[in-house]
Every structure is written in structure tokens, then in C-alpha cells.
């Protein structure tokens, strides 16, 4: 995949703003009822006040983008979820047929990515900014939060969540 190459995703809104945020939904934002049902996607819920900071960034003037670990039309339970929990933001990206991760995150190149440490599935090898780019990956500030966790304990100001 090559910088520029078409992304797939789904229209959340039609609100964005210049400088983008990109947070990964499964494990950062979402997590599942129980531990019994970590692999039944459509029973997922928002972790903490997770709609309300995302909101605030928002405000702030940031477009906020998602990106998922489902794939092509299973996306769409992802998109569903955030739209239920009215969870702000432009786009879902999601990876198709050989895309990675870090395709995702080189072509949308976000100024923010916020994602989980997934430990539960092998650790930061699957995390999106792993395999960026070096070149790229020093521009894009990068956030891991524990998984699971939240992002409840990231600062509120967009200027305080870029060096934080």
C-alpha cells in the first residue's frame, strides 16, 4: 500500500476539523460486558466518560477518527456502536483485504494517535504505531493507554494531550 492509496471507512459525520485524532476503538475506547463475551463485538460499551473527553477534543477544533480491528462489512458493528453511544467523530477506518495497521495510520497521518497497549493479544506488535513508518512515526504523537482502561485520565486540553 502506497501514501495516498483509497482507505476504506464509514462516514460517522460530517464534521472535521484540520488537525486529527486518531483512536482506536476495541480496548481504548470500547470494551467488552464481561470477559465471556470479549469476542461478541455488538455487546461492547464505552469505558468511562470516553464520549465526553472525545467530545471536549472535539470542541477544541480536532477532527476525531476511529479505527477498528474489524474488517470490511464487520466494521459496520463498530460504526454502530459509536453512533448508539453517540461517540463524536468523522470516520471508522478499517483495513481490507492485506492492509496493517500502520497502512491505516501512514495515509491518514494523524497530528494525535491514541490507542491500548493490547496486551490481551501478544502486546505493542499489534499496535498501529508499531510498524509506521520511522520517518512518520516521529511526527504523530503517540498514546498508549492500558487496555481496557480508558482514556478518562488523558488531559482535556488538545495543547496538554500533544505533549502529554
Not at 500500500?1 to 459525520?13: H, N, Q, R
Request: glycine share 6%.
Amino acid at each position: 500500500m502506497k501514501a495516498g492509496e483509497i482507505l476504506a471507512f464509514i462516514d460517522l459525520s460530517d464534521s472535521a476539523g484540520t488537525r486529527k485524532i486518531m483512536i482506536f476503538t476495541e480496548g481504548t475506547i470500547l470494551k467488552p460486558k464481561s470477559w465471556f463475551l470479549q469476542y461478541h463485538f455488538r455487546s461492547y460499551l464505552p469505558i468511562g466518560d470516553a464520549v465526553k473527553k472525545i467530545l471536549n477534543w472535539q470542541q477544541q477544533g480536532m477532527d476525531i477518527v476511529y479505527c477498528t480491528s474489524r474488517r470490511g462489512q464487520q466494521a459496520r458493528v463498530i460504526a454502530d456502536l459509536l453512533f448508539k453511544y453517540r461517540f463524536p467523530g468523522s470516520r471508522l477506518y478499517f483495513r481490507e483485504h492485506t492492509q496493517k495497521y500502520h497502512h491505516l495510520v501512514e495515509n491518514i497521518h494523524p497530528e494525535i494517535l491514541i490507542e491500548d497497549d493490547c496486551k490481551s493479544i501478544g502486546g505493542n506488535w499489534q499496535m498501529c504505531i508499531t510498524h509506521v513508518d520511522p520517518l512518520l512515526k516521529k511526527e504523530i504523537h503517540s498514546i498508549v493507554v492500558e487496555e481496557f482502561k480508558g482514556i478518562d485520565q488523558l488531559p482535556a486540553s488538545v495543547e496538554e494531550l500533544a505533549a502529554f
